[in-house]
């Protein structure tokens, strides 16, 4: 028969190891949770930053492409605008019709 002591003693060593393995599941479960959240962030951060690089490269070719058309000379100059002449103003003749109602209001 085994005495009050040694049972106690099996209480207790069974109860620190059960706490000790949910201790460490749950620590576990934390540290993957926080590796996820930093992933997560950091390819959040990584999209930012090739998001701001591909703007600036879109910037970089529009000037370059703006460059390009103000340098060519074979492009004839452009037309100057013509002058604005007065001329008599002209109206059109329109008839307003109301569309036929069939509801009674």
């Known amino acids: ?3 009050k002591f040694e049972s106690n003693k099996d209480l207790i060593q069974e109860l ?7 201790v460490g599941n749950i620590a576990s479960i ?3 949770t926080v590796a996820e959240v930093t992933k997560e962030i950091g390819e959040w951060v990584t999209d930012a930053i090739e998001m ?3 703007a600036a490269a879109a910037r970089r070719d529009a000037a370059e492409a703006r460059r390009e058309v103000d340098l060519e000379p074979d492009d004839p100059a452009p037309a100057a605008p013509k002058p604005a002449v007065a ?3 002209s109206f059109v003749d329109a008839e307003v019709v109301e569309p036929e109602v069939d509801e009674t209001r």
């Open 16 to 22: 620190t190891s059960s706490g000790a393995k949910h």
């Open 1 to 3: 028969m085994i005495g």
């Open 52 to 54: 701001n690089e591909a």
């Open 30 to 32: 934390i540290a993957g």
């Open 87 to 89: 001329t008599e103003t």
